[in-house]
């Protein structure tokens, strides 16, 4: 008894050490910057780069995050299906009330599959159009020197799950992002970066990254097969979402 207490205090210390060492290796304060005009003048043109009036007329882009949770949403209609395990649930993302949750195919009610669903989205659908989403209600956006270069700090002052975060977005010569640098409440180290590198451009003319490398300890984040097409070119998509019911979602496979 007394030395697995020994070495679970051991561990505990051990543990405590490397986190340290890590901390003042690695953490960063987070850069103030100016807004205005500059700060959007940036910003749109990294949106140009990224092909953003493509990305507004997108009407379905699909993908999973880690090859755990896997996705389909009908952007337009703000509607996504969510599948992981055994869970399946048509997520509404206007109205929630409007959501439906399936477990092993049958419909049943379930408030915390439903907010697992809702949560697991706003995460993962950032790692795939975060660029995307800088001139958000409730967001700000600064001009920051990096390495002498200008780059964009976008705080999300309020909405999505975790308001408050910070990301300081790294730009080529064209203003195409390369990785970002984050302040986010659940990394208690301000700093880290991930790579946004890895770009496909998908059907529907927007860019869209593959996976994303973390500078902590290299961890990669793989987005899966990333799709996005709109009605046009999914006349089948476009006919599912107009005419079927949601009967047809439930049996829908990735």
């Not at 915390?112 to 949560?119: E, H, N, V």
């Amino acid at each position: 008894m007394k030395k697995t207490i020994k070495y679970t205090t051991l561990l505990f210390l051990l543990l405590v050490a490397v986190f340290a060492i890590f901390y003042f290796t690695y953490n960063e304060p987070l850069p103030k910057g100016e807004q205005g005009k500059q700060a959007d003048e940036l910003a749109s043109k990294m949106l140009k780069e990224l092909a953003y009036e493509a990305y507004k007329n997108t009407e379905v882009l699909e993908w999973s995050f880690r090859g755990k949770h896997h996705y389909k949403w009908y952007k337009q209609e703000n509607i996504v299906v969510v599948s992981w395990k055994q869970n399946k649930v048509i997520l509404n993302t206007k109205e929630s009330d409007k959501s439906e949750v399936y477990i092993d195919d049958e419909k049943v009610v379930n408030s915390k599959i439903l907010k697992q669903a809702r949560d697991f989205f706003n995460n993962d659908s950032f790692w795939l159009v975060a660029p995307y989403k800088v001139f958000d209600v409730g967001t700000e956006r600064r001009i920051v020197k990096y390495n002498d270069k200008d780059a964009l700090l976008i705080t999300y002052a309020s909405g999505g799950t975790t308001p408050g975060d910070s990301y300081l977005w790294i730009l080529d010569k064209n203003y195409m992002p390369t990785s970002f640098k984050m302040w986010v409440k659940i990394i208690p180290i301000g700093g880290l970066s991930a790579t946004w590198s890895d770009w496909t451009t998908t059907k529907s003319g927007i860019k869209l990254p593959t996976k994303h490398t973390l500078s902590l300890l290299d961890l990669e984040i793989s987005m899966g097969k990333v799709k996005a097409k709109n009605s046009n070119a999914d006349k089948l998509s476009k006919s599912i979402l107009k005419v079927v019911k949601h009967e047809t979602y439930k049996t829908h496979t990735f």
